[in-house]
């Protein structure tokens, strides 16, 4: 096995958000990589230390890694016959016009990878995909007859933390053919570091490994949706879902982690996840399975349409015309990711129904522009307020959780604040002589 103080030279096919942080955290280990995309201006703003994308600490980390020499970028694939590892991070999107995953970035950068590889090579799926890809890409990885071999490798990051999530990961998981040892000890010296600190791992066979990435998504947004179906319930009740949710999170089977009813989840993984394990299973004949996870997504979808209904109720019926205000537009805080945004989305919807909508956000501002230039922009939450008829807190970001009523009272034209987050402290805001709203509290 190689031992805990030999580099490795890794390459790292697909330089989006996964793998430059992959290949940036690999060379902050130590080993030698080389990050391969045929985006070049991509590969370009790497290369001079600015991700296309917000990540808190990546920018550092690209900058130590390249000036060390132990991290270039490349956008041609044959850089790659200098590693000896080989992680696949490229983008498994929502195929067009269903619910299965679009494999073709997957497969043609395996195809691309064949003519470079030699004998000992490790090829490293990172990629979410369909349980069943991992088995069908070893034997084209096997049938180049070179002698490199295949594993699966899947990935936790969060955005906001992926940096952390991947140097320091909570758990390990190697998806190895049966009897490979080697593809368990090339993997043991990747991570030799997070080894040595503790972290557990788990090696099992590929289908389980794909089946982890999947399954931890698939159960953390039923718990969202399960909050925010009692979300629903409490709001035909007059009961509080907050306090609801503090209840039942002491009990240790349950937890209070991801209990917080709001918009629900969105961004570029947890959607297309569940929509792609729900069309896989429906292709193993198990569909009835997965039949829960379509009312997982129901729910989730259904609170972009309540968080409308409410600003649309604040207002007497009636948002044609009037001037609201939108805090946050990335999916999450401590991102500028807005694939499916439950923010943005509820922007839109009110700029559809005639609303002058006014929109703001810490990092996501051009990212939303680029999807939806008709809505106006702002830097701040207190030029968002101005005049504004209500103000919606969309994405908590902790500017907007921490914000003092007083900074928008006198720049606002009514006093309304719809909490999309259930984020903020609703005794403050109303003692400030605001109506507070947020979804399942009276």
């Not at 590929?206 to 039923?222: G, P, W």
């Not at 193993?284 to 309540?306: H, K, M, P, W």
Request: charged share 20%; proline share 4%.
């Amino acid at each position: 096995m190689t031992s805990l103080s030999t580099p490795l030279t890794i390459s790292v096919i697909g330089c989006g958000y996964l793998g430059a942080v992959h290949a940036a955290a690999m060379a902050e280990l130590g080993h030698r990589v080389i990050g391969i995309d045929v985006d070049k201006a991509k590969i370009d703003l790497l290369a001079a230390g600015r991700p296309p994308f917000y990540e808190p600490g990546l920018p550092e980390l690209l900058t130590s890694a390249t000036a060390s020499g132990r991290l270039t970028f490349s956008t041609d694939i044959a850089a790659a016959a200098e590693a000896t590892v080989h992680f696949v991070a490229v983008g498994t999107p929502q195929r067009a016009g269903s619910n299965a995953a679009d494999l073709t970035y997957v497969d043609a950068a395996v195809e691309s990878l064949l003519p470079h590889l030699s004998e000992g090579d490790l090829v490293v799926g990172k990629s979410t995909v369909p349980v069943g890809t991992a088995e069908r890409l070893a034997a084209v990885v096997s049938g180049a007859g070179v002698g490199a071999t295949l594993a699966w490798n899947p990935e936790f990051l969060r955005e906001g933390f992926a940096v952390k999530d991947t140097i320091s990961p909570d758990r390990l998981v190697y998806g190895v053919g049966e009897g490979d040892e080697h593809a368990e000890s090339v993997l043991d010296a990747v991570y030799a570091a997070a080894l040595a600190a503790g972290t557990p791992k788990v090696v099992t066979g590929y289908a389980t490994a794909e089946l982890v990435k999947v399954s931890a998504n698939a159960f953390l947004a039923t718990k969202i949706s399960f909050i925010n179906a009692m979300a629903e319930v409490a709001e035909a009740t007059g009961a509080d879902v907050t306090q609801l949710a503090d209840a039942i999170g002491f009990d240790a089977r349950i937890g209070r982690r991801f209990l917080n009813a709001g918009l629900g989840f969105g961004g570029g993984c947890l959607p297309k996840d569940i929509r792609g394990f729900m069309a896989r299973a429906e292709e193993l004949g198990v569909e009835q399975a997965l039949s829960f996870l379509s009312e997982v997504d129901s729910i989730n979808l259904r609170r972009r349409g309540r968080m409308v209904d409410l600003a649309t109720e604040v207002l007497d019926g009636d948002v044609s015309g009037k001037r609201i205000a939108v805090l946050g537009l990335a999916f999450k805080p401590d991102s500028d990711d807005v694939r499916d945004s439950p923010a943005l989305d509820v922007a839109v919807r009110l700029a559809e129904l005639g609303a002058i909508v006014v929109a703001t956000d810490p990092e996501a501002v051009e990212t939303s522009r680029a999807r939806h230039p008709e809505l106006t922009y702002v830097s701040t939450a207190v030029e968002a307020a101005q005049d504004a008829d209500v103000v919606l807190l969309l994405t908590e970001w902790k500017q907007y959780r921490d914000l003092d009523p007083a900074e928008l009272t006198s720049v606002v034209s009514g006093r309304a604040l719809l909490d999309g987050r259930n984020c903020v402290n609703p005794v403050v805001w109303r003692e400030a002589g605001w109506t507070y709203r947020a979804l399942g509290r009276p």
